[in-house]
């Protein structure tokens, strides 16, 4: 979407404390919404990039201070160097907690991907993108994949 409005974002969520912030689509691709409840989470800052948002919140219940990013990556193997150091970038900003999800368009390993392959190097940058900030990739649980092409013969991967 270009435009998030409150009724989009009633919509989505169910209430109408929540409050968000959004960086839009560009044509058919991208887009990100981050939506918190302001009774269970302050917002102390944000950060608005080219594939990523993040926003610094303390928890109204016990004063936590952490960080959550939303991703949209890239396709383009090229311009994932420039979301890797985005993150990078937001992640230095504050020394914090981190939380990074959302679609960052490539797998770490051959083996997340139906038809499997090899190992590429844009598998090998996300492992040292990873590695490089210290995060930890959980286990996929229940399903075997999370994102399918939905064709007749879908491609799916992690």
């Not at 770490?108 to 990873?130: C, W």
């Amino acid at each position: 979407m270009e435009e998030v409005g409150c009724d989009v974002v009633v919509s989505l969520s169910g209430q109408h404390r929540v409050q968000w912030l959004f960086l839009p689509s560009v044509g058919r691709s991208g887009g990100i919404i981050i939506m918190w409840d302001p009774q269970v989470l302050e917002i102390e800052d944000s950060r608005i990039g080219c594939f990523s948002m993040c926003c610094k919140f303390k928890s109204m219940h016990d004063s936590s201070i952490w960080g959550l990013i939303r991703v949209y990556g890239p396709n383009d193997d090229r311009a994932r160097g420039a979301l890797f150091e985005e993150l990078r970038t937001f992640t230095s900003i504050w020394d914090i907690p981190w939380c990074l999800g959302g679609d960052f368009n490539v797998v770490r390993f051959p083996s997340e991907r139906s038809n499997g392959g090899r190992l590429t190097s844009a598998m090998s940058d996300f492992s040292e993108f990873i590695n490089s900030c210290n995060l930890i990739d959980p286990p996929l649980e229940g399903g075997r994949f999370t994102w399918s092409s939905h064709e007749e013969v879908p491609v799916v991967s992690d």
